[in-house]
């Protein structure tokens, strides 16, 4: 079955995450495919991983299958029992080339640039799936020197599962921001998830974290500790238990904590600010994902109910997610007046009939929602939305989407990421494939933001106030700029900062179309 998955788009089943996508932030190390691991600590030495030799058959390159389907759930080892939902595993017995066979094809069907796939990639020159699949991209180079495809990558179905239908993560509920991978590094919490082990441990946003079960997490450069440091910060099950030293106000302090299964809050700190000039309402959002449907609901109705006539969106740490949970976020902002009006329209490659735009959405699609529920609005000529460079895909298509009817959307904090493209999530014997399938553009036929999105504001992210707190660097310059209409001064870092995160949360899913 396929999951659902888009920067813009339409949505069904969602099934999983990716094996090596939560692997660690300090690694570095990608999964096959350009996999979606979050970054880990690296020692900075140049990698030793070289692309397999071609073997090229008599002929050239690879017959490409047109029946490719005929292939799906083929596998070299099928999965017994069923899915997280209850649903008995499609796979069969099969081989490792029915594998590629169904990759390849699938690949020469949907995928946005196929025709730049090197005819010089063969399957007789991969031993495993996953690493056939990244090389089926293109390898052109952008004029800024940057590869055209950045998004190719894969999660394991049960991962992808996990984090797109239950918001779950397995670790302590910290999000970190990071300057650097390799040393010296300092790295932040930024997101402590509420009743997660890092708030039980008493963790704050702003925490500097120095050592890991003893090891000096700052300034350590050998692979051999980095491991054992990678394995502390992202624990690879629930029960593992490590000890992290922090640094807060000058002081060091540590604590114990126990990996668990988190369950996230896309949506938090829902708040409405009095102002001279009106009740503006603040929420922070963080994930496109399948529970934050009915969060935002609840989120829209509590503002409406509280008078709030003006909004300030924190998606600062919001890499995307479902397109559908997005339109209907940007209706729940702009309210009937986008009724009837695109949202976003889904430009594909030329093999792939043109499906109808995605409208503004006015009723709930059923992610976690009532299906055909009404959304709340508070129906909104402007909207200020706090960015950084983390800011990416379905959450860079609401600030399209909104600008395509003409609401002003002014942007206060960073450039956002620059990502227009999408994808419908392909699962196949246990694993889910991430190829980009198509370009969103808005009703004004916008879509060109590779570069992402300028801010009207230009302000460093605060990591020394809570978010939501009224003098938090982003949420003060955006209330000052709304009163005053000119900038505050120049809030500027040090250095940028990142967000370590899987390359599942910086994407916009579309769930497959429907007969």
Known sequence: MSSPIALSGHSTAFPRLAACALVSVLMLSACGGGGGGSPGVTSGSTSNTTAPSSTTPAGGADPIPSNYQAYANSCAAPRSGVDAQGVPFPDKQGTLQDEFKFLRGWIDSTYLWYNEVPGTVHMADYTNAIDYFGALKTPLITA????????HFTYTTAEWDALSNASQDTGYGLTWSYDSTKAPRTWRAAIVEPGSPGAGAGLQRGDQLMS?????????ADQAT????NAGLYPAKAGEQHTLTFQRAGSNFTVTMTAAVVTTAPVKNVKVIDTPTGRVGYLSFEDHNAVSEQQLVNAFSSLKSQGATDLVLDMRYNGGGLLYVASELAYMIAGPASNGKTFEQERFNDKTQTY???QFMSTAYGFSAPKG????????????VLSTADTCSASEAVINGLRGIDVQVDIIGAQTCGKPYGFTPQDNCGTTYFAIQFQGVNAKGFGDFADGFAPTCSVSDDLSHALGDT???????ALAYRSSNSCPAARTGTAQRRIARSALRQIAILPPPTN
Do not use: M, R, W
């Open 226 to 229: 980095l491991t054992k440091v």
């Open 144 to 151: 800024s020197g940057k590869p055209k495809d950045q998004f």
């Open 373 to 384: 529920t009404a959304l709340p609005y508070l129906g909104l000529k402007h909207v200020t």
């Open 471 to 477: 003098s938090e660097g982003l949420l003060s310059a």
């Open 356 to 358: 109808a735009p995605i």
């Open 212 to 220: 890991i079960d003893g090891y000096d997490f700052v300034n350590t």
